[in-house]
Structure formats: C-alpha cells, structure tokens
C-alpha cells in the first residue's frame, strides 16, 4: 500500500481556510480589512510549508505550527482559523509515529498547555472552560495513541521484514552449510582411515618379503579398521536418513533417535520426563545425539542411559554409559577426532545453559546438561512500561471520554440530576474497564460490553434515569466499536469474527428501543413498539453500521497481514530444514553408491588374507569418497546451489519486500562488469540492511557505471539510536567504501577487485 504524498494534507487544510476564510466573507462582501488578509494567507502559508516535513523533522514542525497559529490567534478574529488550525494535531501524529513514546507525551502536553492559555486569552473562562480542558486532553491523548500505534504498525512490519530476511537467507546458506559440516565429518570419520589402510598394505607388499610379520598386521590392521569404518559409515547413514525414513516412528524425538542407535547394536534405555520449550528441546536432541554418536565410538555395544528430567533449575539431560562391551583393544582404532565436547557446550550454552563431560565413577563416561526451561531471566533494571500496556491503559481512558463528556454537560443543562450523576459515572465506567482484557479475551470483551449497555434501560426501569441518558449510552458505543475491532484483529476464529457485528446491532437498537418505550417523549407518547424499534434502526443502527463495519475490517485486515507474515516466515524456516534435509538425503545416498560397498570388501578381503584385494578395494573406497568430498566442497557452475547473494540477487531482494506490500523501486544503471567477491557480496547486504530499517516506500538507486560504485536508497531509513549508520561503517570499512551523509546520503564502494584481510 502506498503512502499518501507528503504535500496532499497541507495542500488540502490551506485550500479550505482559503475557501472558509478569508474567502467566503470576500465573496459575501464582507468588510474584511487586508491586514486580516495578508494574516491569514501568510499564517496558512507558513504553516502548509512547515507540514511539508512533518515527516522528517515533526518537532521542529510543531514549534512552527504553534507559533503561526499563535500570531493567526492574535491578529485575526475568533474562529477564523478553522480549518488550519488542525495542523497542530497532524504535527503532533507525526512525533508520535517518527519520535520516542516520552517525545510525544511532552509535546502533548506542551500543546495542551498551549491551547488552554489561547482559550483563557479569547475569554473562554467561564463554566464550560473545564470541560473544554478535559476535550482538550482527550482529542490529544487520542491522537498521541493513535500515533503510537502506527508507530508500533511500522516497527511490527520492519521486524517481521527483517526476521523474514534472516530466515530467507538461512535458507539460501542451508544446503551449502550443511554440505560443508558433513564434508567435515567424512573426512574425520573416515576419509583418513581408508588412507592408513592404503599406505599401511602398500608398504606390506613392498616390504613383505623380507618381513613376513608385516603381511599379517597389515592384514589385521585392514581387517579392524576396515569393519569400524564400515560401522562409522552405517552410523552416518543412519543419521542422515529423513525422519519418517527411521524405524520407531511415533515416539518422542529422543526415544526415534535412541531407536536408530539400538540398531547400531547399542542398548539404550530412555527416561524422558520434562517437556522443555521448542529451543530446549532441539538444543537437548543436538547434545543427545552427539553423546550417543561417541558412546557408538567409544563404548560400542554398552549401556547406555538417556535421562531428561526436570529439574528446579530447569531440565537436566544426561547421558551415561558403562564403558566398552568390547574386548581391550577393539577400540583402539577408535575414529574421530575427540568426544565432541565443543559442539554440544556450544548447543548448551546458546539457550542459557551449561554442560560438563566426564569419567564416571566405577567406569565409563557421562555427558550433563542443565538447561534453562523457559526465557533468560532479565538483568534487573527499571523499565518503563511497554507500549502495548500503555496503549492497553489508554484505550478504556479514551473510551471513557465521550459519555464522561456527555454527563457533564447534561448535568450543566440540568437534564440530569447531580444527585443521580454518580450512579451514571459507575455505569459509564462499568461498560468501558473490560477493554483492559481485549487482547486476551475480546468475544468476552464483546459480550461484556453489550450487556452493560442494557443498565441503562435498566436503570430507567427502576425510575433511576431518564431517556436524557440515552445520550450519553450513545457516546459510549465507541466501546462496542473497540470490541468488534479486538474480536477480528485477536480472536480465536476469525472466520466467524463478522458475527461480533451482529451482536452489537441486534442489542445496541433494541436497548434504545425499550429506553423510548419507557420513557417516551411527549410527541412520540403512543407509539407503538414496532415503529419506534424502526426509527431507532435508521436514528441509531445506520450511523453505528459504518464505525462498526470500519473497525471490523481494520483488525480482520491487520491480523490477514500478520498471519500471512508468519506463514512466509515458518515456510522460509521450513525449507531451509529440507533443503538440509535433502542434502542429508543426497550425501547417504551417495555413500551407499560409492564408498559403503568397496569399504565392506576391505574388511572381507582382509579376513580371507587377500592383501592384493585389500589395496584395489580400500583405493575404490578412497576414491568414491575423494570424489563425493570434492563434490560437497564445490559449488557447481550450473547453479544447482545457491551461493552468496550479489547484486545480480537485488531483483530478488525487491520483490521479497513487494510480496510483503512494501512499493520498493530498484534502478541499476550502467553496463554490467565485474566485481570483487568481497565488493559484490558488501554491496548487496548494504542494499538488505538498508531496508530492514524501515517499511515505507523506497528507491534504491545502484550506479556501475564508474569507480567508485555508488549506492543510494532514499528515504534512508530512520536511526535515531545510530546503530544502522554503525553497521554500515564497519561493512564497507572492510572494503574500503565510504558513507557519506547529508541532504543526499550516499554509499560508495570501489568498483573493482579488493583484497582485504577483514571478512565482508
């Protein structure tokens, strides 16, 4: 959705005080003198001039706007300046949206301040001079609010943007990431031992006529180390496989991966009492199945004992085993490079908590994970209250207003008692409190609402009202409205939150129905029932439709947009765990291919004495694995994989952000040509960072033309704390480009090969 252009609002305020003043008194021949004129046409200018930055500087443009009106209020007569005196509540809205939370409620009051003196100086300090104060403080708080819900709109959208760009890379990174781990973990398991088995024969044939003895090692050596690579490599298949690929599907995750291990001829016992949080528990399966992986290396065939309990620090994992099953010495060739001790303190560590590893006591080793279950605890600090309980407090405050305002000025008519002006304030206060709850519970909200309503009539029944407080039940029916709009924005099913505006209406228009019925006035005494619900359905019921329907829409269109942003998130999120996935997938299919077949003839070649088949068989292994370790380190030519994102990947980046309703322009310009990886890679996350940082409309501007490479995006986004300016720096200090800031921010990189030490 495209914004409004910043001249539309003050072009339109300053043509309708034209029109209202000075305009229609001139065109009625009225006695207007020119110095009122020139007054108001400069007041106008001035202040239609200053809205024109409203979003780029909207402090300064308030103190502009106040001081034009205040000259407008001196040197004009009362009420002339009408129209353009609502500029004062636009500036106000943009430093709530473009400020801090504190700025917004300063200036509020500042404004507040401002306008009571003006009414004090114009004489308006009679009886209505309170409430008149108090309509003051409403409208201002009322915009402020609103105010700081776009500004919560916009900073919603920048990190559901952001979190869905983090996601769509990792996504790209997936396979390649997961490529590059497995590349390590063949060359660690087993690449290097087929090579012992190559050099080890080689040198028993060449040598073995002179030592026999030697014959007959090699040959155990290729006979141990040939079976326990063959294990390892089952082992890493087994792992690799999709998960309905495993046998003991329907389990809990930890009890499918003890099952894969029993397999693997290990006796695992599983005892898994806590239910962690989602992260807990992926981090507890990582840790899990790499201490089993090394109880399958070094303890092959014992007891092995997998606990997950709660604990009052959390939940506790543990891992133990009772030592090798195997005879002394059947481990001694035992593959891999250490327990594993890093990867798993590192899972440990991400989530909050903490891992020690082990000998335990009467032989074997323990792995022992205490995990946070739930959130860090924050470092204790004052906070000021959030934004959504501010607003949350506001809403029923601002709800509360416009009956508020009614009562006073029916008790000031004498259309309502003081006597019975309590009771009223109880009622007004009962039917708005619920708003607190909307989020979390809105049809309760909603049905809360409607049933207060219906006091009024009550009270009327018992002789405790009289219809002049229907007045002031039809001011509080913005607390319907705010229901129906909580009830399709936060709740359950929001397919059938259209019915919210069935229930208020077939309660709102008969509630004031039986209010007249009760209480007739004199020229409508002997009505019947069925003419006055009628009347009440076109006085009361056609008015509420449209804010009723326009609130319904509003929150059934924000919550479409949030979920449709948390979908594309949980799919970017879901691919990147397939495409892995189908990485894992490729990589066992091509050790069952290339590599498990030849490894299993080393072993059988070796028991029947065969060194000659020993050699051919390891050096076929050793080759299928050479080829599929090169193939994993090698990104293809044809693409087949997604390698780092470049500026040939802005097209990509742009129509991400128009799939998210954003209107991003890209211009590139000049001929293609070719860039350092580190430049053409910086040159793109410049362009993804910049982005990030806000939701509006943006060009972005790329020139290649000449050297250096220049990069602009306007509007550049909005970086009060300076910290998207700090990234930028230290980005393009690694490639020796440059931010230059002013009225037109630019980035520069050089356009061409860069060598530099530092990572882009």
Do not use: C
Not at 25 to 45: G, H, W
Not at 633 to 643: F, I, K, L, Q, V
Request: glycine share 8%.
């Amino acid at each position: 959705m495209k914004r409004i252009p910043v001249w539309v609002l003050p072009v339109v305020l300053a043509l309708l005080q034209l029109t209202a003043w000075p305009g229609l008194p001139l065109l009625e021949r009225q006695r207007v003198s020119a110095v009122a004129v020139a007054t108001a046409v400069a007041v106008t200018v001035a202040t239609a001039v200053a809205l024109l930055w409203r979003r780029t500087a909207p402090l300064v443009v308030t103190g502009v706007v106040v001081g034009a009106l205040s000259v407008g209020e001196w040197g004009l007569p009362p009420d002339s300046l009408s129209a353009i005196s609502a500029a004062d509540i636009v500036a106000l809205y943009g430093v709530a949206v473009l400020r801090s939370q504190r700025a917004a409620v300063l200036t509020a009051s500042g404004l507040i301040g401002w306008q009571s003196a003006v009414m004090a100086a114009n004489g308006e300090m009679g009886a209505d001079y309170p409430a008149g104060v108090g309509f003051l403080v409403a409208l201002y708080v009322t915009v402020v609010a609103l105010g700081r819900a776009r500004h919560r709109w916009h900073a919603d959208r920048a990190r559901a943007a952001a979190e869905l760009a983090e996601a769509e890379d990792r996504r790209s990174r997936a396979a390649d990431n997961e490529r590059h781990r497995l590349a390590r973990e063949l060359h660690d398991v087993t690449a290097h031992h087929l090579t012992s088995i190559v050099v080890i024969a080689s040198a028993a044939q060449r040598i073995g006529a002179s030592r026999p003895e030697l014959v007959t090692e090699a040959r155990d050596f290729a006979a141990r180390t040939g079976r326990e690579t063959l294990a390892a490599l089952h082992r890493l298949v087994a792992l690799l496989q999709w998960p309905d690929e495993r046998p003991g599907g329907g389990g809990t995750p930890l009890e499918e991966l003890a099952e894969g291990f029993r397999r693997l001829g290990q006796r695992v016992t599983v005892t898994a009492s806590a239910a962690p949080v989602p992260a807990v528990a992926d981090a507890a399966y990582g840790i899990a199945r790499e201490a089993l992986t090394n109880t399958l290396r070094y303890a092959p065939g014992s007891a092995v004992d997998l606990r997950l309990e709660t604990v009052p620090a959390g939940v506790e994992l543990t891992v133990a085993d009772d030592g090798p099953a195997a005879p002394d010495g059947a481990a001694a060739g035992r593959l891999g490079s250490g327990r594993g001790l890093t990867g798993m303190r590192e899972r440990a560590e991400a989530v909050g908590g903490t891992l020690e590893a082990g000998p335990r006591d009467g032989g074997g080793w323990q792995v022992r994970a205490v995990l946070p279950d739930g959130p860090l605890p924050a470092v204790a600090r004052v906070r000021r209250p959030d934004t959504d309980r501010v607003i949350d407090a506001a809403v029923p405050l601002l709800a509360l207003v416009p009956p508020a305002f009614a009562l006073l000025v029916l008790v000031g008519e004498r259309s309502v008692t003081p006597g019975r002006a309590p009771l009223a304030a109880l009622v007004i206060i009962a039917h708005a409190a619920p708003l607190i709850w909307r989020r979390n519970r809105p049809w309760i909200v909603l049905a809360a609402a409607v049933a207060t309503m219906w006091l009024w009539p009550a009270l009327l029944a018992v002789g405790l009202a009289s219809l002049s407080h229907g007045w002031i039940a039809a001011a509080g029916l913005s607390v319907e409205v705010l229901a129906v709009h909580a009830v399709a924005r936060y709740g359950r099913d929001p397919v059938l939150s259209w019915l919210s505006m069935l229930a208020v209406m077939i309660t709102t228009i008969p509630a004031f129905t039986l209010m007249f019925v009760l209480d007739p006035p004199p020229e409508d005494a002997g009505d019947p029932p069925a003419l006055l619900l009628f009347l009440m359905t076109v006085i009361v019921g056609v008015p509420l439709a449209w804010p009723v329907f326009g609130a319904w829409l509003t929150g059934f269109l924000v919550r479409r947009r949030r979920d449709a942003e948390r979908l594309r998130l949980e799919y970017a999120i879901g691919a990147a765990a397939a495409e892995a996935g189908a990485e894992r997938a490729r990589v066992a299919a091509g050790l069952r291919a290339a590599v498990l077949r030849d490894t299993a003839r080393v072993a059988e070649a070796a028991d029947r004495g065969d060194l000659d088949q020993v050699l051919q068989s390891a050096r076929t292994a050793l080759d299928g694995m050479r080829g599929l370790l090169n193939d994993l380190r090698e990104t293809p030519a044809d693409g087949g994989r997604t390698p780092q994102p470049t500026l040939a990947a802005l097209p990509q980046l742009a129509e991400r952000w128009r799939a998210n309703g954003r209107s991003v322009t890209l211009e590139v310009t000049g001929a293609a040509r070719a860039l350092g990886p580190d430049v053409d890679l910086s040159a793109y996350r410049v362009v993804e960072l910049l982005l990030a940082g806000d939701t509006g409309p943006v060009k972005v501007r790329v020139d290649l033309s000449g050297d250096p490479l220049r990069i602009s995006v306007t509007p550049m986004p909005a970086d009060p704390g300076g910290e998207v300016a700090a990234s930028l720096r230290a980005r393009l200090a690694a490639v020796g480009g440059a931010l230059t800031t002013g009225a037109r921010p630019e980035i520069t990189l050089p356009n061409g090969e860069v060598t530099s030490s530092q990572p882009a």
